[in-house]
């Protein structure tokens, strides 16, 4: 029992980072109607930025956060104008690759600028072991949940009660609409890359800090968000924060108990299987819009 | 002269359906294939032929998947743990079965086409993004099952393939291998132009433009989607099967995600749904790779402070901005381009 409470309570604590990212998913898919597969690249250059401000630049944190929020801002600015704008009408297709050669070339800047194996992360967040109980929680990754937690509170903040909130509720409903209700659609296309990347820099962030700083870990570890993103519903915010918990929690379950069996590493992979599992069972995920549509 | 000029009616309908039409194609063809069997590996060393071996496993692959995305249009996203299956499905009965490699690669293309159809199995109840998405998850699935295999795939270590035989005869040399690997892409070849202008391939782009219509048309939408998934797959079992027995060894590290995206990307620098394309998109990415790694270390040096990495980030680098401009700029692809020229050609020296 202890060891199930163990593995539940590191599963919320994962679940919280899953939930972060991919609300940025989501909120890109909401607001512009394109899934980015660079979500991982774009993590793990906002994680090597940040380590970078702070360690060669030697930023305090809050100043190197600082840069990393201008970082994204100009990112999504660029990405908007520059390659998104002319793939509005195109195939699907198109919006899916254009995102990967995105995604490769942040991979080829990573590599180009901080080449060679992971790097260790300064110790920015506070460590040390809390007992609830017999269950042993670390102050590090419980931090990491917090932080997550303000992070969603202040978004959802921002996109229920805010101007800038309601026009981008209304882009996501329809782009048409939105604009002859004199919104801005590109506006709002670049603040939803914006917060995207954020929320995504923010999580790489924080996977780094709990294990290490390598641009394949952080990219692998943000497309088994993928997996949280469907099983929520691509539609719903409240959805992938729910997903997020349910999926960190199944990995931790699952790769706790199993691991032993088999050869060990189905942290990778359980992610995975959940997520065929939801295609075939209920491919709109929990909180999707189900679109009828039988061919 | 590329094109027939007015005034050449076909007579028979054997003419009408003919890939070659005119003594011009078939002397192009010819030449072509002097060039491809003859010269070429008569004059080249054994770099060069290990640069044309690979990159026709690669075409045989894109193939497959140029069935599966350019003609049916289902996007795959796990292409890469296709061609790892065909190539450990070779490994696995060659290393316990004793087999020998001609025995397997039935097996392993009829094996690997099953594995594809299992993994189509969602497009019963979902579509285009959602599919997408399931082939990533069956890319992630299979490659843990090959990492963790135990003894059977060898883990890490992956596992030794033999060589080729023929009786005694074995196929060791590059430029052997060279020509076993282009016996398989003619015919590879010959098999995808025949599929792609037959029923199948027709049926395939009717559900890749509305596959509603299609239904409607009477076209049993998911069982053709299977049938693609198979294709798709037995093309990948065949160039997995290839290149495990031609780089004597298979292990998982070399079916990385990247490979995935770099076969998409193939198909659409290339240009969706087309042979020729598909050999477009091959030559030009994988030759743009050949290239930055020949002239990478040349800028390495130019700067030393970037030198560490210049080579694995520029090709990242220089992938990713040839899709990114190719999709904004020309997103029907290099066939597209050389129909243009063809065109051209026909009408010169008047510009329409």
Redesign the interface.
């Known amino acids: 029992m202890t060891l199930f409470l163990q593995f539940l309570l590191s599963g919320i604590m994962l679940g919280g980072i899953y939930g972060l990212i991919a609300v940025g998913l989501v909120l890109i898919v909401k607001g512009t109607q394109v899934?980015n597969f660079a979500h991982g690249d774009m993590a793990a250059a906002g994680a090597y930025f940040f380590w970078w401000m702070l360690v060669k630049v030697q930023l305090n944190a809050g100043l190197s956060i600082a840069g990393v929020v201008i970082g994204a801002g100009l990112l999504a600015l660029l990405l908007e104008r520059f390659?998104l704008r002319?793939?509005i009408g195109?195939p699907?297709?198109?919006a899916?690759?254009?995102t990967?050669?995105?995604?490769?070339?942040?991979?080829?800047?990573?590599?180009?600028?901080w080449?060679?194996p992971g790097r260790t992360f300064p110790d920015i967040l506070p460590s040390g072991t809390i007992h609830l109980g017999a269950v042993a929680l670390s102050v590090e990754s419980l931090t990491s949940f917090i932080i997550c937690v303000v992070v969603l509170v202040g978004f959802y903040f921002l996109f229920q009660h805010t101007d800038i909130g309601l026009a981008m509720r209304g882009t996501a409903e329809d782009h048409q609409l939105a604009q002859s209700g004199g919104i801005q659609v590109t506006r709002i296309f670049a603040i939803c890359w914006f917060i995207g990347i954020l929320l995504s820099a923010i999580g790489g962030i924080l996977i780094a800090n709990l294990h290490q700083l390598d641009r394949i870990a952080v990219s692998?570890f943000i497309?088994k968000t993928?997996?949280v993103v469907?099983f929520g519903g691509m539609e719903s915010i409240t959805g992938a924060v729910i997903a997020g918990v349910i999926v960190g929690v199944l990995e931790m379950l699952g790769s706790g108990y199993l691991d032993p069996l088999?050869?060990?590493?189905?942290a990778?992979?359980i992610p995975?299987?959940v997520?065929?599992l939801i295609?075939?069972v209920r491919?709109h995920g929990l909180f999707g819009y189900v679109r009828i549509?039988r061919? | 002269m590329s094109r027939r000029p007015c005034g050449t009616f076909d007579t028979r309908y054997e003419l009408d359906i003919a890939v070659f039409r005119t003594p011009f194609h078939w002397s192009m063809f010819g030449l072509l294939m002097i060039g491809y069997l003859g010269l070429f590996p008569l004059l080249a060393n054994d770099g060069y032929l290990a640069i044309a071996n690979l990159i026709s496993i690669t075409l045989i692959a894109t193939l497959g998947i140029n069935f599966l995305t350019g003609y049916c249009g289902q996007i795959s996203l796990g292409h890469a743990i296709f061609v790892a299956c065909g190539g450990y499905i070779s490994a696995v009965l060659m290393n316990h079965l004793g087999w020998s490699w001609w025995a397997t690669l039935p097996v392993s293309v009829a094996g690997t086409a099953l594995i594809g159809l299992f993994f189509g199995l969602p497009s019963l109840r979902i579509k285009g993004f959602y599919i997408a998405m399931s082939t990533l998850a069956s890319y992630f699935i299979i490659s843990w099952l090959l990492m963790h295999g135990g003894a059977i795939t060898g883990s890490i270590n992956g596992l030794p393939v033999d060589v080729p035989r023929i009786g005694a005869y074995e196929i060791v040399s590059q430029r052997q291998f060279y020509y076993l690997i282009a016996g398989f892409l003619i015919l590879s070849l010959f098999v995808a132009k025949s599929i792609a202008r037959g029923r199948l391939g027709r049926v395939f782009i009717a559900i890749r433009d509305d596959d509603m219509a299609a239904e409607v048309m009477g076209i049993n939408v998911f069982a053709y989607k299977l049938i693609a998934f198979a294709l798709c797959s037995a093309y990948a079992g065949l160039a997995g099967s290839l290149f495990a027995t031609y780089w004597g060894f298979i292990t998982f590290n070399h079916f990385p995600f990247f490979e995935n995206i770099m076969y998409l990307g193939y198909v659409i620098i290339g240009g969706m749904g087309s042979i020729v394309g598909s050999i477009f998109g091959v030559l030009f990415l994988k030759l743009l790779g050949y290239g930055v790694m020949m002239f990478g270390p040349m800028i390495g040096q130019a700067f030393p402070a970037i030198s560490g990495s210049v080579v694995a980030s520029l090709l990242l680098i220089g992938h990713g901005a040839v899709i990114v401009v190719f999709l904004i700029f020309e997103p029907r692809g290099l066939f597209h381009r050389w129909e243009i020229i063809k065109a051209s050609m026909r009408i010169w020296p008047f510009t329409y």
């Open positions: 899934f390659i002319p793939m195109k699907l297709l198109s899916i690759m254009v990967m050669g995105v995604g490769q070339i942040l991979a080829g800047l990573v590599t180009l600028f080449p060679g692998g497309l993928f997996a469907i088999v050869d060990g590493g189905l990778e992979v995975f299987i997520l065929l295609l075939i491919p549509e061919v």
